[in-house]
């Protein structure tokens, strides 16, 4: 079975920092595309970052171009993002994903459960 467990959301203030990780388990990913989607209240969940199995390909949505890293180690099979200089408009439930093919522009095959980023102004 499958699994993508998610950690490392919380609150912080304007300015500040946090890294999310998501470590998958059930299988090998070493294949497969992993990413980040945001959902904020009352939005849809958009893609914010990917990246291809081999590291070398990446996405980033514009607004956090420049702020944000996206980074993978397929001996842990495992994805992070490196969130710096978070504004309030980055508050958001994250979600790990992982596909078989591109991610961007293509829905996941696996889902995380979801972890809240809260940055107050």
């Known amino acids: 079975q499958v699994q993508l467990e998610e950690s490392g959301g919380g609150l912080v203030q304007a300015g500040g920092s946090l890294r999310l990780s998501c470590a998958a388990s059930?299988?090998?990913?070493?294949?497969?595309?992993m990413g980040w989607f945001r959902q904020a209240p009352g939005k849809e969940r958009v893609l914010v970052a990917a990246?291809?199995?081999?590291?070398?390909?990446?996405y980033w949505v514009d607004s956090v171009k420049g702020r944000f890293t996206i980074s993978r180690d397929n001996a842990k099979n495992t994805v992070y993002l490196q969130m710096n200089n978070l504004k309030p408009e980055d508050t958001a439930v994250y979600y790990c994903?992982?596909?078989?093919?591109?991610?961007?522009?293509?829905?996941?095959?696996?889902w995380g459960q979801g972890t809240q980023v809260t940055v107050s102004s």
């Open positions: 994903a992982v596909g078989g093919g591109t991610i961007v522009g293509h829905a996941p095959d696996y």
């Open positions: 059930g299988r090998t990913f070493t294949t497969y595309d």
């Open positions: 990246i291809s199995w081999s590291g070398r390909s990446t």
